[in-house]
């Protein structure tokens, strides 16, 4: 402990004081610049870490409002075009309007009321047929004179007619007639209009007529023959078709 206090050697005292400050100021120099070394340096890391969140926060917000400036634009465009098309729809009619169903396709006429047999056109189409067996006929419905009406097709109201149209000099013969076979006229309620036609079909089942039809008569021959198809009170219309044997 005296030696501490009190240094012992060849040197006077002094010199040895002289030398303890010595290493003594070293001693805190070196601990000073430590301390300095790693301040700094814990310092530059916070700093280079709020630099960081800085510039990303900058760097987020800056596309946030550009995404935010991009939607707006195209969203203001989607309702231009939308109010365009729109727009648009309305002037060239393709909206449904009260001549129009389902696009471009006209609405159908309303009925008005009961067809007049005067009014109504009836074009026929007989197919060819072999001789006893069924043929089928097709009728277009029109409506002459009005844009619609209901029209029912009975046994009273129409009356069909086959007739054999024999060589020249030899009188027609009735071959087959609805008045004997009333039930051969399907009974139908159709709306009878000018555009479009009404189909009505018609099936013959290739015999001779009877009265009632109960029991089939007899088979025609072979050759030309006469569709008669009226309304009762209206025009007779007619189409020729061929038997073969």
Partial sequence: MSSVIRPSGPLPPRVYWVRRLLLLALALVLVSALWWLLSGLGGAKQAGQAASVRSTAGSNQPSSQSSNQSATPGSHHGKHHKHRHQHRRGQHGTSRGPHHRGGNQPRLAVSTGP????????????????????????????????????????????????????KTGLSDELIWTSDQCPDAVPVRQAVVRADPATTYRFRWDGQRSAQGCSSPVGKPKAGHYLLQVALVGGNVSSATFHISP
């Fill in 115 to 166: 067809c007049a047999a005067s009014d109504v056109g009836i074009g026929v189409d007989m197919a060819d047929a072999v001789r006893g067996a069924p043929a089928t006929a097709k009728l277009s419905l029109t409506s002459v004179s009005t844009p619609a009406c209901t029209l029912d097709i009975t046994p009273k109201s129409m009356v069909l007619r086959i007739i054999w149209v024999r």
